[in-house]
Every structure is written in structure tokens, then in C-alpha cells.
């Protein structure tokens, strides 16, 4: 089997292969596990890691650290892919790890790329040889491990996460492929301009090799002028394009987290945030207008019921003429929702009513309040003795309406601010009557 972690010196490979940290001293970032004194540091450096799931972002240097230690440990170390590998794969490595280890007393460390897209079959098949030793297991995922993989791996395992990297751990390797003449472009000469270099880091986004692929590019295609070839911030945009941002899905359900409560707490710049951020992940803006519509009820209400016209409004604009455009309406919606007076009284009123619902016996309609609209209704008294509001002053009459097993119960209680302050005051007059 082809060691994945050997030295990758062919003139054609990326510059992120060439450059991929061989030991820890020149590892960059994720310090709070592998910095100085940290317990990942002491477990690689005396060869006593125990099975582990790294889980990060792309870029931040999984696999790299994963090639350190193959490069560190005495053990056997194998690769496998979890998207191009299966059971079969699976099992040839754990029979050579067993014959190592019972022949030679040789430990075998199986890295295993993309580790959530494993089935359950896939993962129940090494879980034997977790327990028994044969094999210590290093996974590798851009996805939270205890969302997409099968429990009974993770538990198995020690969970390290990684970290996007730092504008300035991007500007140490920038600086470092520049200026290293066995692996990196050193030979070229180049110089790239601060400003260059710090949009490099600010578009790379904590990603090393969305870095290194960028200046690898810009100094491959870039003409030398006496002898030098200088990277300017107009080259460098043209070599990084638009910025990625990676997110999984957890990622996506932290940033609608994060956009849903500050809309609840007010505060529009953060709203705007969240939301630009969304947008540019991929996220269907539908999905964003369906979160207003609801906090606009959720959280505003009837303190002010504009809301919910301004966030259905936004809703119809997104289907009616798309985005970008539909940017505008959506923004408005967000801006009101947020400066809106607040109120919690509807979704507490229609969670204490389904509570009702729920846990409360079924009693019949009082007669008064039955159907009258089909023939023979009168026949069966329904509707006798129900008083018709508008015969009576100001439309209202005093009349039982609850169901017979909650009556008394109020689920409804206005709120003080808005529209519903109004509400309230009228509410506060009727139970002093």
C-alpha cells in the first residue's frame, strides 16, 4: 500500500503538499492542543496517543498533524479514505494490524479521512478492534463528530477540534513558501506587498491551503521585473477570487442560531451580520424569511403587528423578483423586527393553550356555543342561550366561552410595550368590573 504521508517532491505538486509541515516545531496554530506542555504535543512525542477524532475546518492542518505523527510514531500507519473506502478495505487492515501486533508487537495507527461519511456497518466493523487494540484510530472530519458519526466511535475516542487558523499564522506561511528555496518559491525571487499579503489572510479565512494555492499562483503567473517578481494587492485579489466559507451543517445551524437570537435580543448590525453571512454560506434565503416571519410573531407581536406584515412582505418580494434585489426587502424586515417594542405573549399564549389541549380531559361544546348551521340544529338546542355581542352595548356582553375543563384559565397576557400596551389597559379595566 502507497504511504500516503511519504515526501511528495514531484516538480507538478501544490505548493500546500510541498510545504505540509514534516515535525511540530514547524507546525502553525491550533496551540491550545499542541502547543508547549499540551497533552496532544505529549502524547505524539512519546508515541502514546490513543484513538482520536480530529474535527476542524479545512486547512487548519488535521492531516498534516496526522502525517506528523506518522512521521513521529515507531508504529505502522495507513491511510484510508471514508468517501473511497469500505468494509472490505477495512478488514485488510485490521487483519495486517493484528498480524503486526501479534508477530512483531508493532501497533498500527489507521488515519481515516472524511470520517463521517462511514455508514454504521462501515463504523460497527471497526469497533472490535478499537476495544481490543488492535488498531489505534485517528479520524479526520470537517463535521461535528458527535452529530454525524455513530456514537459508539466517538465515545471510543479522545475529540480534539481545530481551529481555524489566524490571519497571522496565514502571513507566517505565506512568508515561509516565499522565502524557502527546497520546497517552496524561493527560487522565484518574489516580494508581495503588506497589503497584498494581509488580503491573502483575510480571504483565506483560517484556510492554509486556500492560501498557499493563491500565492503559488500569483507568483507562477506574475512577469519578474529586474529579476524580481512583486506581488501586488491587485494580483493577489485576482489569485484568491471571492472568499469561502466553509460550513457544514452545524456551522449553518449555529449561524441561524446566532441571527434567530438577535433578532430576539434587537440588535440590527448583528441581525445584518448573521444574515450577510448566511447568504453568502448558500443558505436559501427562504429559509431566513421563514425565521422573521416567526420571531416576528415569536418576539414582537401584537406589541407591534406591523411586524408581520413587514416580514410576509419580505417573504413575497424573495418570490416575486428573486435575489439580489430581494436583499432590500429582506433587510427592511430584519431592521424592523429588531427595533420593534418586544413581546413573548403570543407564543406564551399558544403554548399554554396546547398544553391545555394536550393534558386536559374532552368535555361536549356547551349547548350555547354549538353549530346552528345545519338543519334540525335548533331541534337539539344548540345555540340556546348564547347572547349575540353586537345586540348588546359596545359589542361586548359577558358570556362564558372556555372550554369546560380550563375555564378560569388565562393564556393570554398582554404585554406593556407597543401596540399592546393599549391591549393591556383594556384587559386591566374588564377584571375590574
Known amino acids: 500500500m502507497e504511504d500516503f504521508f511519504s515526501d511528495n517532491k514531484k516538480k507538478g505538486a501544490p505548493l500546500a503538499d510541498r510545504l505540509r509541515p514534516r515535525t511540530l516545531d514547524e507546525f502553525v496554530g491550533q496551540e491550545h492542543i499542541v502547543g508547549k506542555g499540551r497533552l496532544l504535543r505529549r502524547a505524539i512525542l ?14 487548519c492542518g488535521k492531516t498534516t498533524l496526522a502525517s506528523i505523527i506518522a512521521n513521529t510514531t515507531d508504529s505502522e500507519f495507513v491511510k484510508l479514505n471514508a468517501v473511497t473506502s469500505g468494509v472490505k478495505e477495512l478488514r485488510e487492515v485490521l487483519d495486517e494490524a493484528e498480524r503486526n501486533l501479534k508477530l512483531y508487537g ?14 454504521k456497518t462501515q463504523s460497527d466493523a471497526l469497533l472490535p ?31 480534539f477540534q481545530f481551529y481555524p487558523l489566524s490571519r497571522e499564522d496565514i502571513i507566517k506561511q505565506v512568508r515561509f513558501a516565499l522565502s524557502d528555496e527546497e520546497r517552496g ?7 508581495i506587498d503588506d497589503d497584498a499579503l494581509q488580503h491573502i489572510a483575510t480571504i483565506a479565512n483560517g484556510d492554509a491551503r486556500t492560501a498557499l494555492n493563491a500565492i503559488e499562483l500569483a507568483v507562477r ?21 471571492k472568499k469561502v466559507m466553509k460550513c457544514d451543517d452545524q456551522q449553518l445551524y449555529d449561524m441561524l442560531s446566532a441571527f ?4 430576539r435580543g434587537g440588535d440590527s448590525d448583528a441581525a445584518l451580520a448573521w444574515f450577510s453571512r448566511l447568504v453568502y454560506a448558500g443558505l436559501d434565503p427562504r429559509i431566513i424569511c421563514r425565521r422573521i416571519i416567526a420571531h416576528s410573531s415569536e418576539d414582537v407581536g401584537l406589541a407591534n403587528p406591523t411586524a408581520l406584515q413587514q416580514a410576509v412582505a419580505a417573504a ?20 424592523f423586527v429588531c427595533e420593534s417594542p418586544k413581546s413573548n405573549s403570543v407564543v406564551m399564549a399558544v403554548d399554554r393553550a396546547f398544553a391545555d389541549a394536550e393534558n386536559t380531559i374532552d368535555e361536549p361544546v356547551p349547548i350555547y356555543l354549538r353549530d346552528t348551521s345545519f338543519r334540525g340544529a335548533a331541534k337539539l338546542g344548540h345555540g340556546v342561550g348564547y347572547k349575540y355581542p353586537h345586540d348588546y352595548p359596545n359589542h361586548e356582553v359577558e358570556q362564558e366561552y372556555m372550554p369546560p375543563s380550563v375555564k378560569g384559565h388565562v ?3 398582554p404585554g406593556e410595550l407597543g401596540v399592546e400596551a393599549s391591549i393591556k389597559k383594556k384587559h386591566d379595566a374588564k377584571k375590574k368590573q
Request: charged fraction near 20%.
Open 106 to 119: 508493532k501497533a498500527t495507527y489507521l488515519l481515516l479521512d472524511e470520517c463521517h461519511r462511514w455508514s
Open 411 to 413: 393564556y393570554y397576557e
Open 260 to 263: 434567530c437570537k438577535s433578532l
Open 185 to 191: 518559491l524561493g527560487a522565484y525571487h518574489a516580494v
Open 221 to 241: 503567473t506574475t512577469e519578474p521585473e529586474n529579476g524580481v517578481i512583486r506581488i501586488t494587492k491587485e494580483i493577489a485579489a485576482e489569485s484568491i477570487q
Open 316 to 335: 413575497q418580494a424573495l418570490e416575486l423578483i428573486g435575489m439580489p434585489e430581494a436583499r432590500l426587502a429582506i433587510t427592511q424586515a430584519i431592521i
Open 46 to 59: 512519546t508515541d502514546t496517543l490513543q484513538s482520536s477524532i480530529f474535527w476542524g475546518p479545512p486547512g
Open 129 to 159: 478492534a478499537l476495544e481490543n487494540g488492535t488498531v489505534k484510530f485517528i479520524g479526520s472530519t470537517t463535521e461535528n463528530p458527535m452529530i454525524s458519526m455513530t456514537g459508539a466511535i466517538v465515545s471510543r475516542c479522545r475529540l
